[in-house]
C-alpha cells in the first residue's frame, strides 16, 4: 500500500506579476524568422505579377458623360514574357521574372546567354522581379504578358525612374531661399551657406545634411493609378494622369496595393517542374 500524503501550502489571492524578463512556459513563438517575415509582408504583397512597359507618350482623353478632358499616360508593352522563377524553397520568396523586349545574343553576356537558354526563351533588354505572395501567383515559363492582363477601371501602381537633373544647388534642388542680396553679400546670392556647426557639432557635416549634388535619376513609384484603356492589337495601356520619367523610359506596373486586388479569373496552374529546381544545359 502506498501512502498519499496530503500537501498543504498558502494559495495567493492576488494575480502573479509578468515576469519581466520573459522567461518561462506557455510563451509565443518567436516572430524573428524568414517564414514569420513573409508572412507579416503577405498583406501588402501581390496575388500576381505585374507587366513591364515603355512610357510612349501623354495624351488627352474626353469623358463622355460629363465631356471633361483630362490627361492620360500611353505606355506600351513590347513582348513582355516569363523568364523564370523564384521559390521559397530556393531562394526564399516567391517571385515571376519577367523580360520584355529583345536583345541581339550578341550583346548579352554568356551566363545571360545560357540562363535565357535555359529557359528557352529569346534574349530580353529588360529583367525585373515581381514579388508574389505564394506559388498561386507563379506563371508558366514563357507565357507573354499582353495588356488585357490588366483591366479597364483598376488601379496600379507605376514605377518608373524619373528624368535627372543633373548636378543641381541647394535652391533648385531643395528650394532654400539663398542669401540675401544686399547687407555685403557678394556673389554668394545662392550658395548653400551654413554646412553646419564647428566644434560643437563634432566639426563634421551632419549624415543627411540637405547640399547640392545629383539631382533627379531615382526611382519614382506613383500609386492607386487607373486604368482607362487597353488595346491588345496596339500593345498599348492608356493610364490616368502622369507617371514619372521621361518617353521611352522603363515602366513598371503592377496591382494598387492600397486598393482592393482585381477580380480577375484564375490562370491555369502551373506544372511541378517550373517550381522545382531550375532545368539545366545536358
Known amino acids: 500500500m502506498l501512502n498519499h500524503t496530503s500537501k498543504h501550502g498558502i494559495k495567493s489571492i492576488s494575480t502573479p506579476r509578468p515576469n519581466r ?23 501588402t504583397t501581390p496575388l500576381r505579377t505585374g507587366a513591364l512597359g515603355t ?4 495624351m488627352a482623353m474626353y469623358d463622355t458623360e460629363t465631356g471633361r478632358r483630362f490627361p492620360c499616360t500611353v505606355v506600351q508593352l513590347d513582348r513582355v514574357q516569363v523568364v523564370s ?23 548579352v553576356t554568356r551566363p545571360l546567354l545560357g540562363h535565357f537558354a535555359n529557359n528557352k526563351v529569346s534574349p530580353k533588354r529588360h529583367l525585373v522581379e515581381f514579388k508574389v505572395r505564394d506559388e498561386t501567383g507563379l506563371l508558366g515559363i514563357g507565357q507573354m504578358i499582353s495588356p488585357s492582363w490588366f ?15 543633373g548636378f ?26 551654413s554646412a553646419g556647426q564647428s566644434q ?11 547640399m547640392a549634388g545629383r539631382m533627379g535619376g531615382q526611382q519614382v513609384t506613383t500609386q492607386n493609378v487607373k486604368v ?11 493610364l490616368n494622369g502622369c507617371i514619372a520619367g521621361p518617353d521611352g523610359c522603363l515602366v513598371k506596373l503592377s496591382d494598387a496595393v492600397k486598393k482592393p ?12 517542374s517550373a517550381v522545382d529546381p531550375p532545368r539545366t544545359l545536358a
Request: proline share 7%.
Open 261 to 272: 486586388w482585381p477580380n480577375v479569373p484564375p490562370h491555369p496552374p502551373i506544372a511541378s
Open 168 to 193: 543641381a544647388g541647394g535652391m533648385k534642388r531643395w528650394g532654400f531661399k539663398g542669401q540675401p542680396r544686399t547687407h555685403g553679400v557678394s556673389l554668394t546670392h545662392r550658395s548653400m551657406g
Open 85 to 107: 522563377h523564384k521559390t521559397r524553397k530556393l531562394n526564399g520568396y516567391f517571385a515571376v521574372q519577367v523580360g520584355s523586349g529583345w536583345k541581339h545574343p550578341s550583346n
Open 151 to 165: 483591366q479597364e477601371g483598376q488601379f496600379v501602381d507605376a514605377r518608373a525612374k524619373c528624368r535627372g537633373m
Open 21 to 43: 524578463f520573459n522567461r518561462g512556459q506557455g510563451l509565443p513563438i518567436l516572430e524573428s524568422s524568414v517564414e514569420a517575415a513573409l508572412e507579416r509582408k503577405a498583406y
Open 228 to 238: 482607362i484603356k487597353v488595346d491588345d492589337e496596339k500593345g498599348i495601356v492608356v
Open 55 to 58: 512610357k510612349k507618350g501623354m
Open 200 to 210: 560643437g557639432g563634432g566639426s563634421r557635416v551632419l549624415p543627411g545634411k540637405k
